[in-house]
């Protein structure tokens, strides 16, 4: 990391947005085929997870793993928690005006729909990480994200856990000086990865892509999690 | 004498229609602003700019009540993320509409001094190069 130029914000995130880049680039040419032993970290001692049906969303083997934040709920939480659960998860940061409240409403309504369909919320369960840790304390973080969702939890990192799970979900996240009297924003990606019951990676939802594309992963990825049960 | 006279009228006749036609030719229309939560320090607005005249305009910039200071925005798509970057100025135009949308130009709203709630509404001010002021109102709304 050069550390001899000056904005720092920038530079702290450069390296990150490079590999970020070559690492979206490859995820769009290389995708969704489960790579052998290149899959999650994390894989549960108690057995390897079953493979997905063939008719099913591929498991998403370039990224994702197992990661342990501190919660708005208390104490700290991993994604091998929610073993079972159907795992939405966002990352942004709370001053971002446009993109990451349209993301985190989409959400809301994705969840809001899920249970007008009668799924079973308790097994559904959305999570944003900040990437800006030095604005976003979890009190404020909880505020805010109970408006979208009550069911939301929000996780911050220090500096250096937000960078490591950042690089193994290849969130690609710089801070830059965009003129602006509101001080740093961020340049970032806007994907919501769907988790499996398993913690794997099965789908990227866009900004572009339809909230029924949510709902439908959800649902799918639930079903397949009652027949390994 | 009659030249002077002449010269002052045909300035007149060019210069006044101009002058009173200039505001109605920009009109705001589909104007909001995005509903947050209390605790959230900034927000964006949105609106359509119509340039109606013949002449080409430019947005300077904009105030919204409640909000510390307002600038103009422009979400970039780079491909895999978006990025933020500070406007001076929007151009309109003539006969042309500008968009102020979600993930592209918005004015951003900096320092909320009090919680933007759905279903109200918010005072704005746009400064425009030639059209000056224009009031307009703006929803308060969930995007």
């Known amino acids: ?229 | 004498m009659k030249r002077i006279r002449m010269f002052l009228f045909f300035l007149l006749a060019v210069l006044l229609p101009g002058t009173v036609l200039a505001a109605p030719d920009i009109r705001v229309v589909d104007g909001w602003v995005r509903a947050m939560p209390p605790v959230a320090k900034n927000s964006a607005g949105y609106l359509v700019i119509e340039n109606h005249g013949e002449h080409d305009d430019v947005l300077l910039g904009a105030s919204v009540d409640g909000a510390r200071l307002t600038e103009l925005h422009e979400m970039v798509s780079t491909g895999a993320t978006m990025a933020m970057r500070r406007r001076q100025d929007v151009a309109v135009a003539a006969g042309s509409s500008v968009v102020l949308a979600p993930g592209g130009l918005h004015l951003m709203l900096i320092g909320l001094q009090r919680p933007l709630v759905a279903g109200e509404q918010r005072e704005a001010v746009l400064r425009f190069r030639d059209a000056g002021e224009q009031r307009v109102i703006l929803d308060v709304r969930a995007p």
């Open chain 1, 1 to 229: 990391m050069p550390e001899n130029v000056p904005p720092r914000h920038t530079l702290r995130h450069v390296a990150l947005v490079l590999v970020g880049i070559v690492a979206l680039s490859l995820l769009m040419w290389a995708p969704l085929s489960p790579a052998p032993g290149d899959g999650p970290q994390d894989a549960p001692a108690a057995g390897l997870p079953p493979p997905p049906p063939a008719n099913s969303l591929p498991v998403v083997a370039a990224l994702g793993g197992d990661f342990r934040l501190p919660s708005t709920r208390g104490g700290e939480l991993a994604l091998a928690d929610l073993r079972g659960k159907v795992v939405l998860l966002n990352f942004g940061f709370t001053q971002c005006p446009d993109v990451c409240p349209m993301v985190l409403t989409r959400l809301g309504n994705v969840l809001r729909e899920l249970e007008k369909q009668g799924i079973d919320m308790a097994r559904v369960q959305p999570l944003f990480v900040t990437f800006d840790p030095e604005r976003d304390s979890l009190a404020h973080l909880g505020e805010y994200l109970a408006y979208f969702h009550p069911s939301l939890v929000g996780l911050r990192g220090d500096d250096a856990q937000t960078r490591d799970v950042a690089r193994q979900y290849k969130v690609v996240y710089v801070a830059q000086d965009a003129g602006s009297e509101a001080g740093y924003v961020f340049q970032h990606s806007d994907f919501i990865y769907v988790i499996d019951t398993w913690g794997r990676v099965r789908l990227l939802v866009g900004g572009k892509d339809p909230d029924v594309a949510l709902v439908e992963a959800v649902k799918r990825l639930l079903s397949e999690g009652d027949r390994e049960r």
